[in-house]
């Protein structure tokens, strides 16, 4: 089954900070090896731009408006995803714990709506 794992932190400006950046960057590393190392495939993922570069559509009665910035204004924002086939729960569990994240990984299962085409 695949998961999204998405990764929440606070906005940080990685371009001003480099020697951390590459840090992060290897870490995340590790932890694509060791997806690989239990099986665990890796669909795909990538890190995101910060909150202030969004741009945000919202339905304001039968139009959608377009305004810059988030949804909502938090204090950690989703800064990256990857996506997983992992086995069960269980399994995407287990590497959500090894994979690096500033404060919280949500785990969403992936809905496959083919049954449904």
Known sequence: MKYMLMLFEPETDWESRPEELQASLAEHDTFSAWLKERGIAEVGGEALRGPSMATTLRKVGDEMVVTDGPYAELKESLGGYYIIDAKDLDEAIEAAKRCPTG???????????????
């Not at 990984?105 to 709506?113: L, S, V």
């Open 103 to 117: 404060t919280a990984t949500e785990i969403r299962p992936i809905w496959d709506i083919s049954d449904f085409t």
